[in-house]
């Protein structure tokens, strides 16, 4: 079964006096929506905009798996932790909250910076914050994730290049870029797909230069 959210649903949020667009695939903060709080381990995604010298202040986080994917820009990441780090375009941030941390995210850089962050919960609560950055990660690595039981896949398309959908009870497809068909389904840039039990499904990018998130979920 395949569920299409389409980038205009996604809720509002953030503070333009304060240069920063939030859009939100799924329930959060302020926006409550009983039907629409999680898909497998994801609980979050969040295509975040923010105009140079913004950012968001020191805030706590606990029992999450974040992931980020900086789509332009640079980011500039500090945590509690002591961790304190710069992720641009290619590049994989994970901070495992566990059982908490506080960070600061802010476009430091000269020009704007957009980025997509995923949320997951964790197979099991608490523990030690960890974190890491993996440096122009490749559409052949996939990025494994066990405490949340997920995979993440990056794929990057030429125009009518193929690419299959993991087979698995949960995938999380999110298009950051281009255009691309699943199933019969054209998906552009901030459209989701949430596909249960997947099998044999292909993505056909309708568009050059198409980039997809997808996350394998185990359950």
């Known amino acids: 079964m ?12 953030g503070d333009e006096s304060a240069g920063i667009e939030s859009l939100h695939a799924f ?3 302020g926006f409550y929506d009983p039907d629409n709080l999680r898909f497998g381990a994801v609980l979050a995604c969040n295509e975040e905009r923010l105009a140079p010298g913004a950012g968001f ?3 706590p986080h606990s029992h999450t798996e974040i992931v980020t994917w900086v789509v332009q820009g640079e980011l500039t990441h500090r945590d509690s932790a002591g961790h304190a780090t710069v992720v641009r375009p290619g590049d994989v ?16 850089a000269g020009v ?11 197979k099991e609560p608490g523990g030690e914050p960890s974190y890491e950055v993996v440096r ?21 398309l030429a125009q009518a290049e193929r690419t299959a959908v993991p087979d698995a009870p949960h995938v999380y497809v999110h298009v950051v870029r281009g255009v691309v068909r699943l199933d019969g389904h054209d998906l552009g840039p901030g459209d989701s797909a949430r596909v249960t039990d997947a099998a044999g499904l292909e993505l056909v990018a309708a568009a050059a ?4 998130l997808m996350w394998e979920m185990a359950g």
């Open 136 to 156: 122009g990660i490749a559409d052949s690595t996939p990025y494994a994730l066990p405490e949340a039981g997920a995979m993440l896949h990056v794929r990057r």
């Open 27 to 29: 329930s959060f903060g």
């Open 93 to 108: 941030q994970r901070l495992s909250a566990a059982g908490g941390v506080r960070h600061i995210e802010r476009n430091d």
């Open 2 to 13: 395949i569920f299409v959210r389409r980038s205009g649903e996604r809720y509002r949020g």
């Open 209 to 212: 230069g198409s980039e997809v």
């Open 57 to 59: 202040d020191e805030h």
């Open 112 to 122: 704007p910076l957009t980025f997509v962050q995923m949320w997951l919960t964790p």
